[in-house]
């Protein structure tokens, strides 16, 4: 017997339908908010993420060379495929460019609760626009699709950083232009290591003060309010009060798009800082249990460092749909879908090439349809009719053929009703405005 490989799930219909759920508010969210869906290719250049990542993600990648000599990877991420799309069409796509993406990705890491090998992940980005609106606009958007599944504040946090912020700070603690790349590697890097390590990282890049700058950066990490930051900020000179501003007006224009309740100022979350340019953030449940549910940022040089010479400023954040499962299943926020046909045809075999016909027209108007598919007799029919979960059963017998007419039962109310067969869809459209065969039909 073959199993599920390691780390890659299965989907039956049961589980098909939640997954679909999430795809289903991803999308209606996304379009309430103008983005547009796109979709790519699941096999890219295995260049396209060395380049972006640099040569350590090569371990993480399902990789290997094609049929023609060409060294390939399964995509781990949306973000470099965007960005390679985006400046191939840069000169003639309106800006800003606010697109959208519901797609499969794959990892070659240890399964892990939270994290498989394969996953879901949905992706927005809004492409061509610098300022803070356009980052207020994508954490808008991401609050809105946490409300829309019934989180609330009381249930997600989503936690901003600054990389510009850290960049200001870190320079106020005298670390050099040469020292900065290693030393927001270690920062990067301190919330998955022991102190030592991290201490051990700070000093290889800034020799005789390793210490010194745990304990200075660890005080940074701890500031969790914006006048906090603003004070820190508005010592670094001119630029730290034009980013203090900057914070401020995000502020503003969160409280506008009214939810401010679910964000948080939390200069803990160092997220790449080497990639991210600007603002930062990570969702978590209130608690502060599991692994984060979505993340994301600015990232203005990406464009330009994978095409060469296409330079647009860029943000973006993702969910990933394993994170999300689990927090919506613990708090009963996923729907149980009964998956069932609206019909369930009950006829004779003499009626079967009618009741097929009939089947045509009721699948045609939009009613899921079902029989069997071998000859049985009544009685049989109606037991699976009531196991496959019809809302109406629908019975055509010879005497019901003759007189052109159709008996309707309403398997919830165990109501009966006739009506004649080229009257049946009309009919079945004013049962479901009015909730069904009444009592008394």
Not at 154 to 171: A, F
Not at 278 to 292: H, I, Q
Not at 412 to 438: F, H, N, P
Request: proline share 4%.
């Amino acid at each position: 017997m073959f199993d599920t490989l390691p780390g890659f799930r299965e989907f039956p219909p049961d589980a098909c339908a939640q997954r679909n759920h999430l795809f289903r508010v991803f999308r209606t969210v996304a379009r309430a908010f103008d983005f547009q869906e796109y979709d790519v290719p699941l096999l890219e250049p295995l260049d396209l993420y060395l380049e972006k990542s640099g040569e350590e993600i090569a371990s993480q990648l399902f990789h290997f060379e094609d049929k023609g000599g060409r060294k390939v990877a399964l995509r781990p991420e949306l973000t470099p495929t965007l960005a390679r799309m985006i400046a191939a069409r840069a000169n003639s796509l309106p800006k800003p460019v606010k697109w959208f993406n519901v797609g499969e990705h794959f990892r070659y890491e240890r399964p892990q609760k939270g994290r498989g090998r394969s996953f879901y992940q949905f992706n927005a980005d809004l492409i061509g626009e610098p300022g803070i609106d356009a980052d207020a606009e994508l954490i808008a958007l991401l609050a809105s699709i946490f409300e829309t599944f019934g989180l609330g504040q009381q249930d997600v946090v989503i936690r901003l950083s600054d990389r510009v912020t850290w960049v200001l700070l870190l320079d106020q603690l005298n670390i050099s232009t040469d020292a900065r790349p290693a030393t927001l590697d270690a920062i990067d890097k301190s919330g998955r290591r022991k102190p030592e390590q991290t201490t051990e990282a700070l000093e290889a890049a800034n020799p005789g003060r390793g210490k010194e700058l745990f304990e200075e950066i660890n005080q940074i990490k701890e500031l969790d309010d914006l006048e906090s930051i603003t004070q820190r900020l508005e010592a670094c000179g001119e630029a730290g009060v034009l980013r203090a501003k900057e914070w401020k007006d995000l502020a503003g224009r969160l409280e506008a798009h009214g939810c401010e309740g679910m964000t948080k100022v939390d200069l803990s979350i160092v997220r790449g800082l080497a990639y991210y340019t600007g603002f930062v953030y990570e969702a978590f449940e209130a608690t502060g249990e599991g692994r984060a549910l979505a993340g994301g940022g600015r990232y203005d040089h990406l464009i330009k460092k994978l095409s060469g010479n296409c330079d647009l400023p860029a943000a973006g954040f993702a969910i990933g749909d394993m994170t999300l499962s689990d927090c919506l299943a613990k708090k009963n926020l996923l729907p149980r879908y009964v998956i069932a046909p609206d019909l369930y045809l009950i006829f004779g075999e003499p009626e079967r090439e009618i009741a097929l016909r009939l089947s045509a027209r009721l699948r045609k108007a939009g009613h899921g349809t079902s029989y069997a598919l071998k000859p049985q007799g009544f009685s049989k029919q109606f037991k699976e009719a009531g196991k496959s979960g019809a809302r109406y059963a629908l019975i055509l017998g010879e005497e019901e053929v003759n007189q052109g007419r159709v008996k309707v039962k309403d398997m919830r109310s165990s109501t009966e009703e006739e009506c004649m067969i080229k009257e049946l869809v009309q009919r079945l459209e004013e049962w479901d405005t009015e909730g069904g065969i009444s009592q008394d039909s």
